[in-house]
């Protein structure tokens, strides 16, 4: 029994302002990156729509390859995993096939969005990391 005067407050955990779904509603919108693939400049395009991300890539204005996957995000500790499933390649020498399922860790800061592929465990690939940077809707 409580005493007069004392209030019960039952304790909830607090969900934190930084949480998968702030993380995907900061990843809307579109992000480029440019690179340089045997003396040619690429331009690397990625488009957010709710959970979902297309990638095209560009050399000059000629689309060299594109593709969609569905993603989703999840927080382990201090590390932030981009996980995606159902993709499929839509333009390119491998247009019309699927794409493999995958993860990265990831960070996102300010208009950077940074990508490191292959250092999770069980992971074969060699390590990469990718920056892109935000850009105005094409």
């Given at each position: 029994m409580?005493?007069?005067g004392?209030?019960?407050?039952?304790?909830?955990?607090?969900?934190?302002?930084?949480?998968?779904?702030?993380?995907?509603?900061?990843?809307?919108?579109?992000?480029?990156?440019?690179?340089r693939?045997?003396?040619?400049?690429?331009?690397?395009?990625?488009?957010?729509?709710?959970?979902?991300?297309?990638?095209?890539?560009?050399?000059?204005?000629?689309?060299?390859?594109?593709h969609?996957?569905?993603?989703?995000?999840?927080?382990?500790?201090?590390?932030?995993?981009?996980?995606?499933?159902?993709?499929?390649?839509?333009?390119g020498?491998?247009?019309?096939?699927?794409?493999?399922?995958?993860?990265?860790?990831?960070?996102?800061?300010?208009?950077?969005?940074?990508?490191?592929?292959?250092?999770?465990?069980g992971?074969?690939?060699?390590?990469?990391?990718?920056?892109?940077?935000?850009?105005?809707?094409?």
């Amino acid at each position: 029994m409580l005493a007069a005067g004392y209030l019960f407050v039952a304790l909830l955990p607090v969900q934190s302002a930084e949480s998968p779904d702030t993380d995907i509603a900061r990843l809307q919108g579109f992000w480029e990156m440019r690179v340089r693939q045997n003396g040619v400049e690429l331009r690397i395009v990625k488009e957010v729509v709710d959970r979902k991300e297309t990638v095209t890539v560009y050399r000059g204005t000629e689309v060299v390859h594109s593709h969609h996957v569905d993603f989703e995000i999840t927080f382990t500790g201090d590390v932030r995993i981009f996980r995606w499933r159902n993709g499929m390649d839509t333009a390119g020498p491998n247009k019309g096939k699927p794409k493999a399922d995958g993860r990265f860790i990831y960070r996102l800061e300010d208009d950077r969005w940074t990508g490191i592929f292959g250092a999770l465990e069980g992971e074969t690939r060699p390590v990469y990391v990718e920056q892109y940077r935000r850009i105005p809707p094409l």
